[in-house]
């Protein structure tokens, strides 16, 4: 085992995601000082072997590395900046990792806060989902310079098996963005193009076997068919039950939404996608998974 993989990580977020990505960081030999409001969450890890925390401000002491997997924005500022935020204890060379899924606006605020006081940010999140993190194959887009890419190197390996460098700060929540905005987009034109086949007499294994060999190829239908029992061992033949969230890409949705208007870029199909998610969403499908979407395009009465 390297002298790095003995590192003394800090970890903040231990839900959904943040807690099997920890569990990787301990088995992978790190020393894990956690912290969750969830008493729960923070029980199973330290039970686990890692230590946990009263709070933010004591994980992060004397920590090389501070991981942060958070809901959003409004909670990654408030743990590292302001009044409430824990900046003034993180050692002057250690390296903040936000893996969460935020606004680029705000880790790029987040990472010029602490660059203000000498510290050293990435914003880094993740594709692949919960799965992933268990599996500790996750991808991360990180946006950062190329020297603290290099050094979170070997904390990120222990959670996940590709990692990109996308730019600057904020570069790995745009991409990250970009990504979801496209499979969206891609997840709600397959649907319709099912339903229009069914709905003409055909047989969506049968069409869909057709599009995989013609150029209406694409992610969905090589590996996430959104029509029920097309394909086996996929959300869509389990009552869109596990997989990836509506109410997690409907978020996802709305930050490429407000990146858009910031940029001033044009994105109908986004934006489209978006109201469809969220419509969906109100309709009472926020947990299930995002392929479900299919149900829109469904049968006649
Ligand atoms: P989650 O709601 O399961 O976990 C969030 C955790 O953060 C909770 O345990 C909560 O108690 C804790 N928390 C909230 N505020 C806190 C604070 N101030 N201090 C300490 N702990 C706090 O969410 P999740 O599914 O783990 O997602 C986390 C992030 O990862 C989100 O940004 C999400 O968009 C992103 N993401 C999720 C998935 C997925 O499939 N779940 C995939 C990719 C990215």
């Known amino acids: 085992m390297s002298a790095t993989t003995q590192a003394t990580v800090a970890f903040i977020g231990l839900g959904n995601m943040g807690g099997p990505m920890a569990s990787n960081l301990v088995k992978a030999g790190f020393k894990v000082q956690a912290f969750d409001l969830s008493a729960t969450a923070l ?3 330290a039970s686990e072997g890692a230590k946990a925390c009263a709070s933010a401000a004591e994980a992060a002491t004397g920590a090389e590395f501070i991981i942060s997997m958070l809901p959003a924005g409004k909670h990654v500022a408030m743990t590292y900046t302001g009044d409430t935020g824990i900046a003034s204890v993180i050692n002057k060379d250690a390296l903040v990792i936000d893996c969460s899924t935020i606004d680029a606006s705000t880790a790029r605020k987040v990472g010029a806060d602490l660059a203000a006081l000498g510290i050293a940010f990435i914003d880094a999140p993740v594709s692949g989902g919960v799965g992933g993190a268990r599996a500790g194959t996750l991808t991360f887009i990180v946006g950062g310079s190329a020297q603290n890419f290099n050094r979170a190197q070997p904390v990120l390996s222990a959670m996940g098996k590709n990692l990109f460098h996308a730019g600057d700060v904020g570069a790995g929540q745009v991409a990250k963005i970009c990504n979801n905005m496209l499979l969206s987009i891609l997840m709600v034109g397959t649907s319709e193009a099912l339903q229009l086949g069914i709905d003409n007499g055909l047989d969506p294994k049968t069409l869909s076997d057709i599009m995989l060999k013609s150029s209406g190829r694409n992610w969905t ?3 996430y068919n959104p029509c029920p029992d097309v394909m086996p061992n996929v959300p869509s033949s389990n009552g869109y039950q596990g997989g990836f969230m509506v ?23 986004g934006t489209l996608a978006r109201s469809l998610y969220v419509a969906h969403q109100r309709q009472g499908h926020g947990k299930e ?6 149900q829109m395009f469904g049968k006649k009465n």
């Open 43 to 45: 029980a199973q890890l």
């Open 221 to 223: 239908l090589e590996l």
């Open 247 to 269: 109410d997690l890409m409907a978020k996802d949705l709305s930050l490429a939404t407000e990146t858009a208007l910031s940029s001033q870029s044009s994105t109908p199909m």
């Open 289 to 294: 998974d995002f392929s479900g979407i299919f």
